[in-house]
């Protein structure tokens, strides 16, 4: 039996996490009481008894509860942002590569990628890859995401009944170009600058819509589409089925990949101006879904296992 402690459990990517563990046979959850959850020391003692330990809190707790494991064998899989860019830490993104995939497997040290990192990453690494972009390009993105993303605060404010209006209307935000996912959407797609980013949160509770839109009159539609296909056509949870997006009669949901574990990449446009789109869920690929796969892998279970594609 596996011994699983979740740190933060009581936030919203702990409480799915918990959610999706509990009904399993194979792992043995360590559980605190309220009050024991901000001990230090019962949080120690309960980290260094883990197999494997989440990490489910905001970057500064994140980097104090790994400074309170000492025992080597403990893996930590975090899900904030503070270890994202650590050449120490391994990037979670399975769907890298098979050197992706071979590190998790061995690693003490796994991050969660972020949640528009995601499929920014997801859009962008292919091309670079394959040598259909330069890494040079000024690549833009839009995100739009469920308001779970902002946590407890934002899923109140949001669900609160005397709320102010503004909140039904899509909002903008990371007005500065300096969002947090950044560091990683650069690093990791192999870009050699910083994309321009808006992030939009929606009146959703959970939904994923990362669109990355290219502008080059050498790059061809199928030569694109073909290198997605090539990249994540034996990867389970990636659908790349449909994707030209025929079946949506030119209009694609946001919300198509709402509580679903899985990401449809689609690719649309014309060979001067293209659009790449991934749909997914915040909550799923782009967080806790993506938590229980790295940890299947782990743990040596089918990679799908108690995911919903």
């Known amino acids: ?42 949080r120690k003692k309960a980290l260094n008894s883990a197999d494997i330990a989440f990490l489910c809190l905001p970057d500064e707790a994140a980097m104090e509860s790994v400074s309170l494991v000492d025992n080597p064998d403990t893996i930590i899989i975090d899900a904030s942002t503070a270890h994202r860019t650590d050449p120490d830490w391994t990037y979670g993104l399975l769907e890298l590569g098979d050197e992706v995939y071979s590190k998790v497997k061995n690693s003490k040290r796994i991050c969660i990628p972020g949640c528009h990192a995601t499929g920014f990453i997801s859009l962008v690494e292919p091309l670079i890859e394959n040598g259909i972009v330069c890494k040079d390009y000024p690549f833009s993105c839009f995100s739009l995401t469920g308001y779970s993303g902002g946590g407890k605060s934002m899923i109140n404010q949001y669900q609160d009944k005397n709320r102010d209006a503004s909140l039904s209307s899509p909002r903008i935000y990371a ?11 650069k690093l990791y797609s192999n ?104 940890f299947n892998v782990i743990t040596g279970n089918k990679e799908t296992k108690g995911l919903n594609i």
């Open 1 to 42: 039996m596996v011994k699983v402690f979740i740190d933060g459990s009581a936030g919203t990517t702990g409480l799915r996490i918990h959610k999706r563990l509990e009904k399993r046979d194979d792992i043995t959850l360590i559980s605190l009481c309220d009050s024991d959850r901000k001990d230090k020391t019962q």
């Open 175 to 185: 007005l500065t170009q300096k969002h947090k996912h950044l560091n990683e959407m």
């Open 191 to 294: 870009i050699s600058e910083y994309p321009l980013f808006n992030p939009v949160v929606l009146d959703i509770y959970s939904m994923m819509c990362v669109t990355v839109n290219i502008s080059a009159k050498e790059v061809k539609l199928d030569e694109v589409q073909k290198a997605y296909t090539k990249k994540y056509a034996n990867r389970p949870l990636f659908d790349v089925s449909d994707i030209s997006a025929q079946s949506y009669n030119g209009f694609i949901p946001s919300d198509a990949f709402k509580d679903k574990d899985s990401i449809k990449i689609t690719v649309t446009g014309n060979d001067e101006r293209i659009s790449l789109i991934a749909l997914y869920d915040n909550l799923g690929k782009g967080a806790s879904g993506a938590a229980i796969q790295i």
